[in-house]
Each structure stands twice: as C-alpha cells, then as structure tokens.
C-alpha cells in the first residue's frame, strides 16, 4: 500500500521550538493571573508534570519569584475505568500548598477528548477551593468530547482519527520533540 | 436344578493353584466342575442350562470386602443394606462384611439380625455383620459376642472409632478368643489425632490444616500386636497406611503373633498431594499419605505382610462433603472402583499379578475371617467374579449403584472392568452395555 | 502477563500461589493510595457504586475497620455481616451464604472464617471477587503484604533482609502469609519459638530455626512478632505465659543485649507483657503503627487491582472507537 502522507511521522515541534513554546506560555500565564501572586501550576502525570515543572522554573527565573508546583495523578478518577481493562498503574500525587482561594493552573502536554483535564477537576476539588482554575496545554489536538476549554495552547495542531500527537520530554525520553505519527494497526 | 456355564474364560483360583483358559460349571448354587467341554457337543446342555461365553475374560472366585459401612439402620439417606449390597455386586464383590457404626449402633442380637435379614431381602452380594466390641461402641463395656455370633457375625469392631483402653483391647481379645473370631481394630491414637484432618507433613503446614501423624496409627498398631501377643487372640488391623505401621506388622508375624492386616485401594494410588484445593473427596481416616507410604503399601501387598485388600466403602450425603475441609465428614465411596484401582496401580506396573491381586481380594478375606468362599473348588459355593483385566473406562460417580458420589477417582481412566458377579449360583450383576 | 488479564486473577486467597510480581505489583500500587489517606478529603471515587460485603464469621475489629475504610475510601458501598460459626453449628451452610450474596450482585467479599480453605470454598463458588481476610491457620494475605510494605518503607528494598517471625508459628496464619511473602521477595526468613509452637515440617521450607530468641536477636534486621493465645497454655502447647515471656518475651534487655538496631512488628492486637513488652511496642524502633496505616493502603491498592476492569468490555470499547 502506497504511503499517505498521513501515514508518515512529521516533527510538529522540535527541541528549540518546544522550549520556545514553553517559554511564551510560561509569560502567557503570568500575564493571565496579572502576576505570580497565588499562582500554583498543578502538572498531570506523567508528561505534564515534567512540562509543569519547566514553566515553573522559567517563571521563578524571569520574575523572581517562589510559584509553587504540584503534580496531580488522575487514574483514580477516570471515567472509563470499567472498561480500560487491567488497572492501570497510579502514580504519585502531590499539592504541597493549601489550594484555598489561590489561582490553579493545571498543565497538561497534550488536550484531546478533555476527559483527563475533567478529571484533575474533580480531584482538585477534593483538595480545596481554588479561586481560579486555567488550563495550559503544550498541545491541542482538537476532537472534544466534553465542553472543555484551555486558556493557555502551545500549539494547536489538526489530527485525525488514524493519527496521534507524541509528545518526548528530555526527562522521561531522552529529548524534546512533538512528533505526529500514524496509528501502526492495533494499538 | 439350573446349570450355569462360564465358558472359555481365564480361570484363576489361586486356591488351587489354578490359572487356565477353560470352562466353569455351576450346577445349582455350588462349583460342579472345571474342565472344557461345553458347547461342542460333548456335554449335554439340556433345559435350565445357560451358557456366558466368557472369553476374554478372568473368571475368579468371588471377591470379599472386609470392611465396609452400609449405613443401615439410622443413615438410609446414604446408603441402605441393599443398595450397599448391588454396588457390592457392581463392583465385582460376592460377599461384603458390614462395619456396626449405625445408628443405632449394631452391638446385640436383634441388630445383627436385622442387618442379615435385610441382605437376605436385598439377594445381591451377601453380607456378613460385624458386631461392635463395645455396647454403643463407647469404649466402655463389652458387647455380647456370643449372641451377635449366633445372629450371624462374624467379627468384632469399633471401627469409625479405636479402642482407646488398651485394657478393654485386652479383654475383647480374649473374650473373642472364645468364640474363634477376629476383634479388628481401627488404629488411632486419639489425643495425637485430635482434630486432625489430612496427614501431618509440609502439606498440612502448607494448607494450614490440623495434621494425624503417622505415629498416631502406628503406636495402635504395636499396641494390638502385644495384646494379640499375651492372649494369643486374633488382630485383625484395618486400612494401614503408613510405612512404619509395615515394618511393625512384619515384626508381628516374624515373632508368630495372630495378627492379620489390610489395606485400601486409595491408600495404595493416591497421596497427600490430592488434598490440595481443600477437595473433600479427598478426606478420610486414616488419611492420604506420601508416596514413600504408598510404596511401602505396594511392597507390603506384594510381600504378603499385607493380607488383605478392603475397600472401608464410606458414602456420605453430597451436602456434608461439599462444606469447609475440616468440617466435612471422613470417607470415600469404594465398591465400584476397587478391581480397576487395584489393577490400575498394582497389577498394570507389575508390582503384583493378578493371581495374587485375586488371592488379595477374595481367597485371603475368606481364610481370615474364616468365611466360605475364597475358592472354585468342587462343591464351593458358587460365588464368582467375571472381570476384563483390560478394559479402561472413566469414573462417572453418576452412574454408581452406591448412593454415595463421594469419590476422588471421579473423571479418571481406570484399567479393569466386572463383567458378571455371580452369588450362590445366580447373575447378581451384569455390566450394561 | 497477557494484556488484558487481570494481574491478580479474580480473588487474592493467598500469597503463596503469587509470582515475585504481582507482589511487587501490590506493594508498588499501595504507595500512592497512603497519600489519599493524608489528604483532607479521603476519598477517590474509583469504586464508586461497587458494592462490598465484608463476611466476618470471626470477630475482628481492627482487620474489619481496616478493610471499612479501605472499601469507603475507594467510595464503594460496604456492608458488614457478622456470621455465626461453621457450617455445622447453627446458621446457613458457606455454601448457601455464597449462592445468596451473588443473587444480590455483590460485586466483592472480603472473608474472614475460622476454617482453612474457606475463602477458596467461597472463590470457587461466586462470581464476585473475594478476598480473604484470613481462614483458619491457612494465610491472611493482606497482612502479610502491609508487613512487607513496612519493612520496605524502612530497609527501601526487601532482598536480603533478615527477618525472624516470633512466636506461635504453628496456629498462625499471619506467620505463613509472612513466610510465603518473604521468601518470594527474596528476604532471609527465620522463626523463634516453642518447638511445640512450630511446625514440625518448617524445615522444608527453607526457614532458619532459632530456638532462642538471643540467637534470633544476634542474626535479625527485624522481628515480627506473634500474638501468644491462650488456649494454646489450655491447650498444653507451653506450660505458662509467665515461662513464654520470660524465655520468648522480646524485652528491652533482650534487644539491647545484641547491639544492633532491630525493627519492630506486631499484627496485633498486643499482649502487652506476654509475647512484648510495652517499652519496646512504644519504644524507637517500633513500627507497629506503620503497619495499620500501611494496612488500608494496602488494602485499597488490593481492592483497586482486583476490581479491575472486565477485558471483554475492554475490547468492546476498543471496537467502538475504531
């Protein structure tokens, strides 16, 4: 079967232009809370996690400031935990900070159905009342299922159903790339 | 008088040291004579004569069961005196003697009258009683064996229970001595056995199940032995298990004491292991042992020091064995697997053949409880057994004659089949075809 | 493990039939469930609408409270049923009490029984999950998975670490959950106590024997200690519970006699006195509160890996969105 040139993998961001991405929604989030005052970034594992720690470490460096960061492991809260087969694996989760009143960004590396970002509602809620929450998103794909919208997108890319959006963080993968590639037969 | 003819099959009769493919002829209900001759014109075969063609077949003197529960009277539920009695056939067995643990227990005349006349009724595999030793098998006070002789017993037993006083052991011997009939013993110490439920080892400790050691058996089987030894009665000790229970009988008979032994057929094929998964059909007493006691088994069989192979035939309702393991009650069904188990396991991997496999089940059963049967003699009872050595077929407890399903061969392939049992001259079992 | 199987089978029975992985498995999933228990809301809603019956047919506070709060934490339904005895004594047979339970959809059992082979009994019977929270002398596998969850929190790995089980060993179901559980995570087992206490075949099971407790003191990283009954004196297992602590007692003289730092456990509850004394269960080196917390989170993590998913829907919902 001749390739398609949608079965082809293409390099949505590379290294340069990821840290590029992460720096302006790193500026647009401060701008967005008018400041570092009460802000908290909340990363979703695993990937957001990572990224949410970047935008932190670039924000405490350009403003000088202390914001602090948690990382948020949604399993326990998915919808679809009946019929996603074995359970999967939990990871940790962790909000060092009192969530009362402050201003939550959750940031998560790609936004896709919006279910994941409907569940860190959920378990947020179960911390404390924010005065705010915002979503940042490294990626966003498109294809919502439910009425979920980001305030901060790193990129937003069109996907089809056949396609998926890769993210590498240096962390976890060894580099930083977004790469989107074609589903190879089952999953 | 009817004449009944089993021709052309493999006759052995260890009693007479007979093994030849030949013709048997039962004239009424006694052995007339073994010699070909039949159905080629040289012997008249008149009205009243039948004819089995028996090719193929081994046609041996009946098999005896010293040991078995009939359950009648007080658990009729589970087994009556003639459905007993038809398994007993089904399974190839002429003559069954019937264990007095019912309910009420079997320990005075009229009891032992009933059981007699009941088989009587049943006319399927005869079955002789055995009176308890004690009245209500209490341990406590002798029974009257005189009576229960005269009503038609041929042994005394507590078993379902030992004898726990060595003195009353002491004093049945004795007193049985009188009468010249075997006081068979159930070998277990009670405080080492109490509350156990399997054998004791590494899987007992596995399955955290309270454990019998083998030394419970054994120091009841030594224990009988010098009491047979200082009142020169007869011992006869039910369903060995263990290796060491063989080497303390082989000292018996070297030192000359009147002890007689046996064994089942589940003590000589399974072990421990198949208590594994908590199956209750695989809960009797005394319990599933190693296989070093297997061996021991085999070896002992084979050797003789072993007489006897009975069956301790043990039907339970479905509903008591189907609970918690410690809960269940003790016992397997027996009757209709025991010819194929024995060849299964002994005869097939040659440990024995099956002249003495026969000597084992019939010949031997009949010289120690001093029964008739045992051999096609001239003028014997005519009680035979007619059996496919060869024949494999898969245990379907459904299809058991016994009440009782309670059974751990259920699904196996066993080698050995009965064709026909024939009791005081007349075909009490035909296996269906 | 083929994708899709569920990683501990249907029901957690016992620890001795699991491979080194799914334990690993367990004890890795309990870590983020005890962090849910220092939150202020302390509740997930993973199995949510799951209805669970813990069947106790013997009296347990602590192991009942601790499953409790593992099912409600997990934001199941729990429903708690104190059964009567075995089946022979008054009541329905397990059988029936099982058939009854799955005619009301209960989706998991927690059992304990006073009968080994009961939790199997139940597993082979109904449908639902079970769990056993112990039966008989057989096993208590939760407990003996908090136990490692401990040692591991504090030794931050298990292979190689001396461990020497004190006490009753032959009644205890705790110490052969314990023994299984050790072994497949490749620690170093000993047991401590009464020969008549100890099972007569533990030395096949590649189990060190210290018939003193100085020697097990000398060699040990941790103790775990039994609970001393007293039928077992009725009984005529050891003359005294006087003679028990003053020969097997851990004491504060005892530990400090080796010099060394050694880890303490209980299952509880304690003879405060008899089998340990109260300076050592309150004393630096005591983790015997660790334990009840690592309890529900083990717990959970338990209840959360066998509620998995059915993979037939798995491969429904699979179908459908392609």
Redesign the interface.
């Known amino acids: 079967m001749a390739a398609s040139p949608a079965s082809q993998s293409r390099t949505v961001l590379d290294a340069r232009a990821l840290v590029r991405t992460l720096r302006r929604m790193a500026d647009e989030i401060v701008e967005l809370n008018n400041g570092t005052e009460g802000l908290v970034i909340v990363g979703i594992q695993r990937r957001g996690v990572q990224l949410a720690a970047r935008i932190v470490a670039m924000i405490n460096e350009r403003e000088k400031a202390g914001v602090p960061q948690g990382a948020l492991d949604i399993t326990l809260y998915r919808d679809d935990l009946q019929t996603v087969g074995p359970r999967p694996v939990v990871g940790p989760t962790s909000i060092p900070v009192d969530i009362d009143g402050k201003h939550v960004v959750i940031v998560d590396d790609v936004l896709y159905t919006g279910r994941t970002v409907r569940a860190a509602l959920d378990e947020l809620a179960d911390f404390g009342r924010p005065r705010r929450i915002a979503l940042a998103v490294l990626i966003d794909r498109g294809g919502r299922e439910l009425p979920i919208a980001p305030d901060v997108v790193g990129k937003a890319v069109e996907v089809s159903a056949e396609q998926r959006v890769d993210v590498f963080v240096e962390e976890l993968d060894g580099k930083d790339a977004v790469i989107l590639a074609s589903k190879s037969g089952d999953e | 008088m009817s004449t009944l003819i089993l021709r052309g099959g493999r006759v052995v009769d260890p009693s007479q040291n007979l093994d030849a493919v030949t013709d048997l002829a039962i004239v009424g209900n006694r052995v007339d004579s073994i010699g070909r001759g039949f159905g080629d014109g040289r012997r008249e075969t008149g009205d009243g004569t039948t004819v089995i063609d028996c090719s193929g077949l081994v046609v041996a003197p009946g098999f005896i069961d010293v040991h078995s529960h009939l359950r009648e009277p007080g658990r009729e539920d589970v087994e009556t005196i003639a459905t007993g009695a038809a398994a007993a056939a089904a399974g190839g067995f002429t003559a069954v003697c019937a264990m007095p643990n019912t309910d009420p227990v079997t320990d005075n005349q009229a009891a032992v009258g009933f059981v007699a006349r009941q088989a009587q009724r049943a006319a399927m595999a005869r079955v002789y009683p055995i009176g308890a030793i004690s009245v209500g098998q209490k341990g406590e006070v002798l029974a009257e064996f005189g009576e229960m002789i005269a009503a038609g017993a041929v042994a005394v037993s507590d078993d379902g229970k030992p004898v726990a006083s060595a003195h009353l052991m002491r004093t049945a011997l004795e007193y049985a001595r009188t009468f010249g009939i075997p006081v068979a013993d159930h070998c277990e110490e009670p405080t080492l056995a109490r509350g156990g439920v399997m054998n004791?080892?590494?899987t007992?400790?596995?399955?955290?199940?309270?454990g019998i050691?083998s030394e419970a058996e054994e120091i009841m089987a030594i224990r009988d032995m010098l009491l047979a030894r200082r009142t020169g009665g007869h011992i006869h000790l039910c369903h060995m298990s263990t290796r060491g229970s063989v080497q303390l009988i082989r000292w018996g008979k070297d030192q000359e004491i009147r002890v007689t032994a046996e064994v089942c057929p589940h003590h000589l094929s399974l072990t421990e292991a198949e208590v594994d998964?908590?199956d209750t059909n695989a809960k009797m007493n005394p319990p599933l042992r190693t296989a070093d006691d297997v061996e021991a088994m085999r070896e002992a069989v084979r050797d003789g020091t072993i007489d006897v192979i009975a069956t301790d035939h043990a039907p339970h309702h479905y509903?008591e064995k189907?609970?918690?393991?410690?809960?269940a009650p003790n016992g397997i069904v027996g009757f209709e697997t025991a010819l194929a188990v024995n060849i299964t396991w002994l005869v097939k991997p040659k440990v024995i053949d099956l002249a003495t496999l026969i000597e084992r089940m019939s010949c031997a059963p009949a010289r120690v409880f001093n029964l008739a049967g045992g051999t096609l003699r001239k003028g014997a009872a005519a009680d035979v057994t007619v059996f496919d050595p060869q024949a494999t077929w898969v245990v379907d407890a459904a299809k058991f004659r016994t009440k009782g399903r309670n059974t751990p061969y259920q699904g196996m392939t066993l080698t050995g089949r009965v064709h026909y049992t024939v009791v005081d001259g007349r075909v009490v079992h035909q296996l269906a075809r | 493990m083929t994708p899709g199987a569920a990683p501990l089978g249907k029901d957690l029975l016992a620890l001795?039939p699991l491979a080194t992985e799914q334990i690993q498995l367990i004890l890795d999933t309990a870590e983020p469930f005890k962090e849910i228990s220092e939150r202020a809301i302390k509740k997930v809603p993973t199995l949510r609408g799951a209805t669970i019956v813990n069947l106790f047919f013997e009296a347990s506070t602590r192991t009942r409270v601790s499953f409790e709060f593992a099912e409600k934490r997990l934001s199941a339904d729990t429903v708690n049923v104190a059964a009567s005895g075995?089946?022979?004594t008054k009541g329905e047979?397990?059988?029936d009490t099982a058939r009854n339970l799955e005619a009301m959809r209960i989706d998991m059992v927690v059992i304990r029984?006073g009968?080994?082979?009961?939790a199997?009994?139940l597993a082979e019977r109904i449908e639902s999950n079970v769990i056993n929270a112990g039966?008989?002398?057989?096993?208590h596998p939760t407990q003996g998975l908090l136990d490692l969850l401990t040692l591991r929190d504090h030794f931050k790995h298990l292979d190689g670490v001396k461990v020497c089980i004190v006490g009753d060993v032959l009644h205890s179901?705790v110490a052969?959950s314990n023994i299984w559980g050790l072994k497949k995570m490749g620690a170093a087992v000993a047991v401590c106590g009464p020969r008549s206490l100890l099972?007569?075949?533990?030395d096949?099971?590649g189990v060190t024997v210290f018939d003193r407790l100085d020697e097990a003191v000398e060699w040990a990283d941790a103790l775990n200690i039994l609970r001393l009954q007293l039928e077992r004196m009725q009984l005529g297992y050891i003359p005294s519970l006087r003679e028990y602590n003053r020969v097997f007692g851990v004491t504060r003289e005892r530990l400090e006699r080796s010099k060394r730092d050694i880890l303490i456990l209980h299952p509880g509850p304690m003879n405060r006195g008899v089998e340990i004394d109260s300076d050592v269960a309150d004393g630096p080196f005591s983790v015997i509160l660790d334990q009840v917390t690592n309890g529900v989170a083990v717990r959970m993590a338990v209840l959360y890996l066998l509620s998995g998913g059915k993979p037939e829907l798995a491969e429904k919902a699979k179908a459908g969105a392609a």
């Open positions: 004791e080892g590494p007992s400790m596995r399955l955290g199940l309270k050691p998964g908590y509903d189907e609970r918690e393991f410690a809960d | 001795e075995s089946s022979v047979t397990l059988v029984h009968a080994s082979g009961a199997q009994f039966d008989g002398t057989h096993e179901r052969r099972p007569n075949a533990i096949e099971f």
